[in-house]
């Protein structure tokens, strides 16, 4: 849904005001990896609510190349991973061939990546993880 067009009251609160923060880390501290890919995940994450998914692919992108820590940053592969879907289902949409897009593959292939991240990481990571794919799927949570 794009949110702006449409006249969405929702608008300030999902899309500009987080890509708004993501917009000043980036300028405030461009030196500061930590800080500099934090902002280009919000900014990233922004835009895809915004149903701007190849937006969303190369900040996320961005984000991931410069943590400190990818494999930490498992919440960036799963932006990143739900932008290539979007992408491919749009282009499926608009195709009339029954070929998969190569964004579905990029798709599949950062989910797997998150898989593997599981694994690789010890306990309280793996809790982390845990509790990010139930956010997601029924909304935020207050998990103490």
């Known amino acids: 849904m794009i949110y702006?067009?449409?006249g969405d009251p929702r608008y300030k609160t999902l899309v500009?005001?987080?890509y708004e923060i993501g917009k000043?880390?980036?300028t405030q501290y461009p030196h500061i990896p930590k800080y500099l890919s934090q902002g280009w995940y919000i900014a990233g994450h922004a835009v895809l609510i915004n149903d701007r998914a190849k937006k969303a692919i190369k900040y996320t992108e961005k984000a991931i190349q410069i943590s400190?820590?990818?494999t930490s940053e498992v919440h960036y592969y799963f932006v990143l991973?739900?932008?290539y879907a979007e992408v491919a289902d749009k282009k499926q949409i608009?195709?009339?061939s029954s070929k998969m897009p190569s964004e579905y593959y990029e798709a599949e292939k950062k989910y797997r990546d998150i898989t593997n991240m599981d694994r690789e990481m010890g306990s309280g990571q793996d809790n982390r993880l845990i509790l990010h794919i139930?956010?997601?799927k029924n909304g935020p949570k207050s998990v103490e």
């Open 81 to 83: 991973a739900d932008a």
């Open 16 to 18: 500009f005001t987080p």
């Open 4 to 6: 702006k067009e449409k």
């Open 94 to 96: 608009k195709s009339a």
């Open 134 to 136: 139930k956010q997601s």
């Open 68 to 70: 400190p820590s990818p």
């Open 24 to 26: 000043q880390l980036i």
